[in-house]
């Protein structure tokens, strides 16, 4: 019970992001309509992603200082649920965008970006299984991830402010890239932040998981050190 | 410190000097690629020529940069490791490659001129453009061409991992050049672009002189 409370606090405010979210009154903004609950579901992807990509990028940094191969895995396993829900929040993204902006795909920068920010993590995989040593893979593959974090924050946090998007907080409009902080509803607010949260723990939840699988499977690598 | 850096620096340029094949393979390389496209458009508009000069520069430079550590092979990176630290090791290759690369960039530049017409409106601040945007190409790639080294592999890895990477740089440079070609900008934007994409050279430059350390020891 001491360990899992934080996957029974996943578990009820995602149940609680469900319901609510579909429930609550909100507000009828331009087009939006009640598509606008999709804010409860795409933008929360985005924060875990950048959640779980910090993470991995700690793990990474550990490993650097301290040739543990656990860390690596524990790097490997982050940086992928991270795409995990790079790629869930494109699609929720897209499906929004049929329905508001008239088609799933408009050359929005911001669109433009994420689908950077996922080549640039694929490119991290195809890293890791070009190499065949498991030392060598893990110490390059960490010094890809930093590399590849510190140019991916930029990438994702100044360029869309610099040019014009369909998205909030694009240029001359403040906020930031993500959504407009202070005209979030205050009814929309007891959802959202509890389902950032919500995600967030499912997708470390998920990467525990996997961390597990992969410790198994090396377990005669780490033992051996 | 400086005089290690100064010494490799020397060493790679003298390379360069007496292997002459592998700068004038990759010059070759350029004036068919501009060839090729005088070929295929005759006069292309200004921001076809604008993206075409920045993606032949980009392949250039994954070319041009990739050698710079697969051509050091093991016994002699061995030899490196017990005469120079891997800080200045690193500082050298940047500085090596950002001298290649500009002397790169400025000759297909001159090839651009040469076979296509020229579009641009101020030709003197496209230079200046150039050059940021090729020492922001060879710094990226430097760090790369080390890593994908250091992973036994060949060119083909170094741009798998450095186009996604390389990508918002290029995007800013591109956007940048569009005033040598007459576009009015608004006041301001023209200096915070340039300080971008310099701010974006220095993170570079830190990453890769913290970064490299790492994969120098085996």
Not at chain 1, 2 to 12: C, E, G, N, Q, Y
Not at chain 1, 204 to 211: E, G, H, V
Request: hydrophobic content about 55%.
């Amino acid at each position: 019970m001491r360990k899992s409370w934080w996957k029974i606090l996943a578990v009820i405010l995602l149940v609680y992001t469900f319901t609510a979210g579909f429930l609550i009154k909100v507000p009828n903004v331009g087009n939006l309509k009640e598509t606008i609950r999709n804010l409860f579901f795409h933008v929360p992807m985005w924060f875990s992603q950048l959640i779980l990509l910090g993470i991995s990028l700690v793990y990474s940094i550990r490993y650097l200082r301290n040739p543990n191969l656990k860390y690596d895995i524990y790097a490997e396993a982050f940086a992928k649920t991270g795409i995990l829900m790079g790629v869930l929040g494109l699609v929720t993204g897209s499906i929004w965008a049929t329905y508001t902006w008239g088609e799933p795909w408009s050359n929005d920068p911001k669109q433009i970006a994420v689908v950077i920010a996922l080549l640039i993590y694929f490119a991290y995989l195809v890293l890791r299984n070009a190499v065949p040593d498991i030392d060598k893979r893990a110490k390059v593959s960490a010094v890809y991830n930093i590399f590849a974090y510190f140019i991916y924050v930029p990438l994702i946090m100044i360029l869309p402010r610099l040019v014009e998007s369909l998205h909030p907080g694009g240029k001359g409009v403040e906020g930031n890239p993500g959504l407009n902080g202070a005209d979030l509803d205050a009814t929309m607010r007891v959802v959202f932040w509890p389902a950032v949260i919500g995600w967030a723990l499912l997708g470390t939840w998920i990467s525990t998981l996997s961390i597990r699988i992969y410790l198994i499977r090396d377990k005669n690598l780490i033992n051996a050190e | 410190m400086l005089k290690t850096i100064f010494a490799l620096l020397k060493k790679d340029l003298l390379l360069e000097l007496r292997q002459q094949h592998s700068f004038y393979g990759i010059l070759l390389y350029v004036a068919s690629t501009i060839f090729l496209v005088k070929l295929s458009l005759d006069s292309p508009a200004a921001d076809v020529w604008n993206a075409l000069f920045w993606i032949i520069q980009l392949f250039v430079c994954v070319n041009a940069i990739a050698k710079s550590f697969l051509q050091e092979g093991r016994g002699r990176m061995l030899y490196f490791y017990s005469i120079a630290g891997a800080k200045e090791f690193i500082i050298a290759k940047l500085i090596y490659n950002i001298i290649l690369m500009l002397l790169m960039s400025l000759l297909s530049l001159a090839l651009f001129f040469l076979l296509l017409k020229n579009p641009l409106a101020n030709p003197l601040q496209f230079i200046g453009i150039v050059c940021l945007g090729s020492i922001s190409l060879s710094l990226v790639f430097t760090l790369l061409a080390a890593i994908a080294a250091k992973a036994q592999q060949n060119a083909a890895l170094m741009a798998i991992l450095g186009f996604p990477l390389i990508v918002p740089q290029l995007l800013l440079v591109i956007r940048l050049s569009k005033v040598a070609f007459g576009e009015i900008f608004r006041d301001g934007a023209l200096l915070q672009l340039t300080l971008l994409i310099i701010g974006f050279d220095i993170m570079v430059i830190i990453l890769s002189v913290i970064l490299f350390p790492f994969l120098w020891k085996d």
